[in-house]
């Protein structure tokens, strides 16, 4: 049974950073296409960015410049480094893997952006 599970989310000051992480368990080989979407309450889920199993990214247009998706040697584990926080930044981050032709996703970490 795949499963991804985020973490690393928390409390920071405007103009902070926080470093998220998720790591899938129960794929045999990689994962293809690793993303980070977030949630606000009452709005619907967004994507944030994305990296493909060659290492290319893409970025949506509020945080390029300040998030950066990455993956480490072990394919199965995605990180998002987030820089100069804002306020609008406050949401759920979830975790998103495409492996063998089904969409998986984790249960979410919270980031709260607030002085």
């Known amino acids: 049974q795949v499963q991804l599970v985020e973490s690393g989310g928390g409390l920071v000051q405007p103009g902070g950073s926080l470093r998220l992480s998720c790591a899938a368990s129960?794929?045999?080989?990689?994962?293809?296409?690793m993303a980070w979407y977030r949630q606000v309450p009452g709005k619907e889920r967004e994507w944030v960015a994305s990296i493909n199993i060659g290492g290319f990214t893409n970025y949506a247009n509020a945080v390029k410049g300040r998030f950066t998706i990455s993956r480490p040697n072990d394919k199965n584990t995605v990180y998002l480094q987030m820089n100069s926080l804002e306020s609008e930044d406050t949401a759920v981050y979830y975790c998103?893997?495409?492996?063998?032709?089904?969409?998986?996703w984790g249960k979410g970490t919270l980031v709260t952006v607030s002085s």
């Open positions: 129960g794929v045999i080989g990689s994962i293809n296409n």
């Open positions: 998103r893997g495409l492996w063998a032709g089904q969409v998986y």
